[in-house]
């Protein structure tokens, strides 16, 4: 099988592999690049742990092709923290109780992060609605929209 | 995993390279994709195209044209497609509706495809590289299409002249028990001067509900008026029983729903 080049920037740093066509990037991601924070729950897209965010949208990687990202701006949960220090999304995870197994964490924090960017202080059915794509199985739903508001709050606090 | 994908500048040459066996157009990927994860042999190559004219827009003078590329988040955020917005919310949640095309909205097997109902209401023309054909005559023939849809245009209704519901079972987000959508034209006096009427997952594909648009004809949208055509709005259907709900559910909560839909 001929092995094809992709080229993307991955949370700011360029990022260049030769892979077997039709691979996606969820597996590219984490099998070939080694960053494993988008998780494979069910290859079907129904469950939103793979969720990253290319070119500013939200996307599943289980479902795309990483040829169709050469040149993307590829952005994972593992990108997020600043200078070692925790993302508001990721302290405010942490604080409200929002993430048990973690599984479903990476993916919610990338869903809760492009509502942020574009709604910086979302209402709690905007939360509802932005998350809707992504299933957890052992937090519950309502720790983690607590945490997604008490992010926004907290940004908005440090914008002000 | 034997899966190659060959992308074109040109709908032309990507159209040629389609007549491959085992190839399959890729459009958003949401169901193809998710078909090779599953193990879908049956694909060995995905084509594509990235002709920018896939991609585009085009409203003007009540007329509308969709790139089959265009995602169902880029239509519930244009401004001049708001009456067509609910419908392409409808569809998945945030993710699915940045990758979800309209052009891969039209081969979407029921339990989905609840945009393409919303086109078969509009009588949309589907454009591909073989030519244009209405909407209806589309879907009837879609299972041995190899043609690449390049756009879908249609009229756009007046204002409230399109009326959306989508019926599922998961909050905020889940996929159809069913949808409706209705074009009505009412007559001053508020009488239905004319009706198109399309359902979703009331059979393997978006169909017509023909007798109920003719019952509404010359009908008011009230209690009485709408009786005769609730009474209808099943006739044809062949409801598919899935996880989601049975066939027999399907048709008996259509005429309720229907009748929110048109009362609402
Ligand atoms: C979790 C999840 C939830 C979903 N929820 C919904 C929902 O609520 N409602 C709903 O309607 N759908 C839903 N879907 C199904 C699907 O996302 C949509 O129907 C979507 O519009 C399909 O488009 P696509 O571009 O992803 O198609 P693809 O997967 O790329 O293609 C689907 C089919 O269409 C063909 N095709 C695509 N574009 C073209 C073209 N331009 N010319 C010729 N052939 C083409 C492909 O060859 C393939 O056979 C869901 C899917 C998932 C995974
Ligand atoms: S692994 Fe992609 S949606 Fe579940
Ligand atoms: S924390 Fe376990 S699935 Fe959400």
Known sequence: M????????????????????????????????????????????????????????????????????????????????EGGGLHPLQRAFLDAFATQCGFCTPGMIMAAKVLLDHTPNPSREEVVEALSGNICRCTGYEPIIQAVLTAARSNSQNVA | MALALQTFSTVKDASAAL????????????????????????????????????????????????????????????????????????????????????????????????FAVALLALDAIVSTGDGDLPVEAFLAGRDNSRAIVTSVGFTLPKDGGLRFLKVSRVKPKGISVLSITAVLEQAPDGTVSSSRIALGCMADRPMRARAAENALLGRKLTRDGIAPALAVVGDGTSPPTDPIASAWYRNEVLPVHFGRLLLG
């Open chain 2, 19 to 114: 007549k491959s066996a085992g190839t399959l157009y890729l459009g958003g990927g949401t169901l193809v994709v998710r078909a090779t994860n599953e193990g879908d042999v049956s694909i060995s190559g995905f084509i594509r195209s990235t002709e920018p004219s896939l991609s585009a827009i085009t409203v003007s003078g009540g007329k509308v044209r969709i790139g089959a590329s265009v995602t169902m988040a880029a239509i519930a955020r244009h401004p001049d497609l708001a009456l067509l917005a609910p419908a392409a919310r409808a569809v998945g949640g945030p993710a699915i509706r940045n990758m979800a095309t309209i052009g891969g909205n039209l081969f979407a097997p029921a339990p989905y495809g609840d």
């Open chain 1, 2 to 81: 001929a092995k094809v080049p992709v080229q993307f920037t991955l949370n700011g740093s360029e990022k260049a592999e030769f892979i077997d066509s039709g691979t996606t990037l969820l597996h590219a991601l984490r099998d070939k690049i080694g960053d494993t924070s988008p998780k494979g729950g069910c290859h079907q897209g129904t469950c939103g742990a793979c969720s990253i965010i290319i070119d500013g949208e939200l996307r599943l990687s289980c479902l795309t092709l990483a040829e169709t990202c050469n040149g993307a701006d590829v952005r994972t949960t593992a990108g997020l923290s």
